[in-house]
């Protein structure tokens, strides 16, 4: 038995290698992505960091004003100058990011006291700004709390009594992660895509794609076993995936470790072996049921081209809500244990955290994730027991 199906698996495994465009498409679409997301990310945190490093330049409408305001400005570092005549319209444009509006009758309400009022000028919609306006606005704040406190001094009062509490915050992200381990998020998401599309097209070739070159009716003709030649079948394509899920997990875990990249992207987190490990471990499940459900919707289609639709809407949905939730701050919930790829998700997340794993939920997560896979799997075979799958998946 176990002859056939190999002798099966190693007939697809040879036709699929001798395809080389489509071996170069699956590992071009698996390993482009981890590459994708760094590049990505990369330029995200780079920019934000360059920016909040480099000395903030602030245009300052009526800065005559206040000039002691401005004298704290500049001695914090802050490279004050006048604002242009069309500030409003440089700032809508985005050549300006904030621009500091002092009206006329700020100093009458310092001198006497009394609270005044600055604007700041930002185009909310312009995201580049956010970083400009976080620095302005903290320098504002304390040179409020400074006037503030000497305001109290003149008067004999403490200015302890204006911060009756005071916060401290504790990271407590393992070490070496902190707001770098969102990086980490990514890592199940590279994951699941390659269990998507890391069989895609063997998937559909030796399904849909037999038929179209009619020679499935040949192999459909030996003297074995219809269950056989869909196990044999699937064998070769799950077997590719799983090489495919390791490679890109692979390469992205590599490049967030090199030295240049870390350097370059400003993202410095790492791996354990052991962690990796884990991480595919318990992606296996998901490549089964992927492999599966792409095995039966090609044979049911009744063309390549029709077979490539659908398996590419199956790949959507298996894979597009991992994107959403790992960027999105949405906390775990017991039911998501329940949902494949979701709790796969939560779990590799966790692992890349440095907590320790969830047994319960990675036993249940992976039943049920087999549990579709071996439905799939036993749907297509029966397919493949009817005659029409030689004409057609639904003909």
Same mark, same amino acid.
């Given at each position: +038995?176990?002859?056939?199906?190999?002798?099966?698996?190693?007939?697809?495994?040879?036709?699929?290698?001798?395809?080389?465009?489509?071996?170069?498409? *699956?590992?071009?679409?698996?390993?482009?992505?981890?590459?994708?997301?760094?590049?990505?990310?990369? @330029?995200?945190?780079?920019?934000?960091?360059?920016?909040?490093?480099?000395?903030?330049?602030?245009?300052?409408?009526?800065?005559?004003?206040?000039?002691?305001?401005v004298r704290f400005l500049e001695n914090n570092d802050v490279a004050v100058y006048p604002?242009?005549?069309d500030a409003e319209a440089q700032v809508r444009a985005g050549n300006l990011d904030v621009v500091?509006?002092?009206?006329?009758?700020?100093?009458?309400?310092?001198?006497?006291?009394? *609270?005044?009022?600055?604007?700041l000028m930002v185009d909310e919609s312009n995201q580049s700004a956010s970083v400009s306006l976080d620095r302005t606005e903290e320098l504002l704040q304390r040179y409020g709390l400074r006037v503030g406190s000497l305001r109290l001094l003149a008067r004999g009062i403490s200015p302890v009594i +204006?911060?009756?509490?005071?916060?401290e915050t504790v990271d407590v992200s393992p070490e070496g992660r902190g707001?770098?381990? @969102?990086?980490?998020?990514?890592?199940?998401?590279? +994951?699941? *895509?390659?269990?998507?599309?890391?069989?895609f097209f063997l998937a559909v070739d030796m399904t849909a794609g037999e038929r179209e070159r009619e020679s499935i009716e040949p192999l459909l003709t030996n003297p074995v076993p219809r269950w056989m030649i869909v196990i044999g079948k699937f064998t070769a394509a799950f077997v590719f995936t799983i090489?495919? *899920?390791?490679?890109?997990?692979?390469l992205f875990t590599a490049l967030l470790s090199a030295p240049q990249v870390q350097d370059w992207?400003?993202?410095?987190?790492?791996?354990?072996?052991?962690?990796?490990?884990?991480?595919?471990?318990? +992606?296996?499940p998901v490549v089964f049921a992927a492999v599966a459900l792409e095995m039966l919707i090609a044979s049911y289609a009744r063309s390549f081209k029709e077979a490539q639709t659908y398996v590419q809407i199956v790949a959507m949905i298996g894979f597009l809500p991992t994107i959403f939730l790992s960027v999105l701050p949405i906390q775990q919930q017991s039911w998501m244990a329940f949902v494949p790829t979701v709790s796969q998700l939560y779990l590799i997340q966790s692992l890349s955290r440095g907590e320790p794993l969830d047994v319960g939920n990675a036993v249940i997560a992976s039943i049920i994730t087999l549990l579709i896979g071996v439905i799939a799997l036993l749907a297509a075979v029966n397919l493949y027991n009817q005659e029409r799958i030689i004409l057609g998946g639904h003909r």
């Open positions: +038995m176990f002859e056939r199906i190999w002798v099966v698996t190693w007939k697809e495994t040879i036709d699929n290698l001798r395809d080389r465009r489509s071996v170069m498409n *699956t590992l071009g679409t698996v390993l482009f992505n981890p590459i994708f997301y760094i590049v990505l990310f990369g @330029f995200l945190n780079r920019s934000f960091s360059e920016r909040a490093e480099q000395q903030l330049h602030l245009p300052v409408m009526g800065g005559e004003n206040a000039p002691n305001l604002a242009p005549a500091l509006v002092i009206p006329e009758d700020y100093g009458d309400l310092f001198s006497a006291g009394e *609270t005044a009022t600055v604007e +204006m911060v009756p509490v005071t916060v707001s770098d381990g @969102f990086a980490l998020n990514l890592l199940p998401t590279v +994951m699941i *895509t390659a269990a998507f599309f890391g069989g090489l495919a *899920t390791a490679l890109a997990t692979g992207t400003n993202i410095r987190v790492s791996l354990a072996p052991e962690v990796v490990a884990a991480a595919v471990l318990l +992606m296996l």
